[in-house]
Every structure is written in C-alpha cells, then in structure tokens.
T-cell receptor, first 110, second 114 residues
C-alpha cells in the first residue's frame, strides 16, 4: 500500500477555513484522490491531483507535492453540511489501485 | 443512470451462513471493486475486476469470492460467515480509459454476523 497518513479528527467554526493534511509513501505513486463521506453514506469524489500544485474547485482546493509525498485538502467558508469524513487515497502507478487513509472527521460548529 | 446499486442495504447473518452481496453498474465501466470499511479504518480492497471474466484479489480476500460474468454485475460471495466479517461493504466502478481512475461508489451493504 501507499501508507496513507492523515489526522483522525478536526473541528472548525462555520465560515472558517480548515486544512486536512495527508502524507503518503512516494514509491510506486501515480496520483492522489480526495473523497468526502457523510456518516452512513458512500464516499463521493472531490478531487484528483497528479501534478504538483494547487487545484481549485469552488470552496474546495487540493494541493500535491510529489517530491515530499504530501497533499492537503483546503475547505474554505465552511458550512454545516461540510461536516463529514474526508478520505485521502493514493493511486498506485503499476495497477492504478487505490490505498485509502483512515479518514479525517471534520466537525463544523455554529 | 442509476450509477452503482447494491443489494441488500442491511443484513444480519448467523455464524456459518452464506450470502451474496449484489452489485450492478449501468455506466459501462470496465473496472469494478469490492471494499470493506470497518469503524475508524480506511477502505480495504477485497477483490477487483478489470473486465468481464477477469477478477483478482485485493488486500483482504480471505473468506470471500467474486465472479464477473457481465460488464454490469460483480457479486461478492461470503462463505461460512464469521464475526470478523461484520462490516460495511462498498462496491465501486471506474472507467480506466478516461484520464483518471475516479471510482464511483454504491450506497453500501451493512452486514452483521452474530
């Protein structure tokens, strides 16, 4: 696997910004996915990074540094509906299978 | 399109029973996957398939079997259920020919083995 590591929990206030970090093993790495998973539901795709740099999609942005084995997901203007688990997943270069981290549970408070 | 559908949504099994978790996708995806998700853990790959008639083991295949007779269907079979198989099972599919391998997930099957 890719040895994906991400924090277990984060809490932030509505309207604030939260950054979720993810580190991974660079050997055999192809790209990095972020998924959102609300409690009791299926994961849904948020972003994919294969090149270094920042990809912005509305309130969500994702960053990748291939040389450092590091990514982050940035959530801006937090809303209550953003309370969910955020899964970091590394894509392997030889077979394109995904290795998932345990997920970061983000709680947004009023 | 319905996307990825799974049945049943919930199931309780007794130790030693068998069952099949159904998964169907209508997006003409060539790749399909079965994952299990335990509390506080990441998704673990059980089996995957790169096309009809082709299946391969993932990280945690023991106690499970799969088949892929059509592009649409990828059932997961549990033989001799054990309490360690209590989990949430997700089926996913993707189209590897696209620029990236985004996986689309079904709603999940919550299985309890008592």
């Amino acid at each position: 696997g890719q040895n994906i590591d991400q924090p277990t929990e984060m809490t932030a206030t509505e309207g604030a910004i939260v950054q979720i970090n993810c580190t991974y093993q660079t050997s055999g790495f192809n790209g990095l996915f972020w998924y959102q998973q609300h409690a009791g539901e299926a994961p849904t795709f948020l972003s994919y990074n294969v090149l270094d740099g920042l990809e912005e999609k509305g309130r969500f942005s994702s960053f990748l540094s291939r040389s450092k084995g590091y990514s982050y997901l940035l959530l801006k203007e937090l809303q209550m509906k953003d309370s969910a688990s955020y899964l970091c997943a590394g894509e392997r270069s030889n077979d394109y299978k995904l290795s998932f981290g345990a997920g970061t549970t983000v709680t947004v408070r009023a | 399109n319905a996307g990825v559908t799974q049945t049943p949504k919930f199931r309780i099994l007794k130790i030693g029973q068998s069952m099949t978790l159904q998964c169907t996708q209508d997006m003409n995806h060539n790749y399909m996957y079965w994952y299990r998700q335990d509390p506080g853990m990441g998704l673990k790959l059980i089996y995957y398939s790169v096309g009809a008639g082709i299946t391969d083991k993932g990280e945690v295949p023991n106690g499970y079997n799969v088949s892929r007779s059509t592009t649409e269907d990828f059932p997961l079979r549990l033989e001799l259920a054990a309490p360690s198989q209590t989990s949430v099972y997700f089926c996913a599919s993707s189209h590897r020919d696209r620029s990236y391998n985004e996986q689309f997930f079904g709603p999940g099957t919550r299985l309890t083995v008592l």
